[in-house]
Nanobody, 123 residues
Framework: QVQLVESGGGLVQAGGSLRLSCTAS????????MGWFRQAPGQEREFVAA???????FYADFVKGRFTISRNNAKNEGYLQLNSLKPEDTAVYFC?????????????????WGQGTQLTVSS
């Protein structure tokens, strides 16, 4: 099992930037996929981005170049850089790791989850 803890959420104005972090612990190696999902109030949790241990990245269409996923394998950390934020980006952002299949856009693909960090974007 891998334990995940997100940090970096908060309140930011529209157009601003923020970086979310995900610290992983408990795994025997860092050779796993990490992903970010988000869930807005009253909505389903949705895929944002994923990154393999080798640095290959995948993004949801709505990201459109505004977000960047990265990781530091030496520190067992993953990151999500959020730029040009919009009020509709307001959500709880979840970090996820280890996958049971290759469809990284599905929640069910990921085995381990963090508790989430709240991001609120004000207009």
């Amino acid at each position: 099992q891998v334990q995940l803890v997100e940090s970096g959420g908060g309140l930011v104005q529209a157009g601003g930037s923020l970086r979310l972090s995900c610290t992983a612990s408990g795994g025997t190696s860092n050779n796993y996929v990490m992903g970010w999902f988000r869930q807005a109030p009253g909505q389903e949790r949705e895929f944002v981005a994923a990154i393999t241990s080798g640095g290959v990245t995948f993004y949801a269409d709505f990201v459109k170049g505004r977000f960047t996923i990265s990781r530091n394998n030496a520190k067992n950390e993953g990151y999500l850089q959020l730029n040009s934020l919009k009020p509709e980006d307001t959500a709880v952002y979840f970090c996820a790791a280890r996958v049971r299949s290759y469809d990284y856009t599905r929640q069910s693909t990921f085995i381990n989850w963090g508790q989430g960090t709240q991001l609120t974007v004000s207009s």
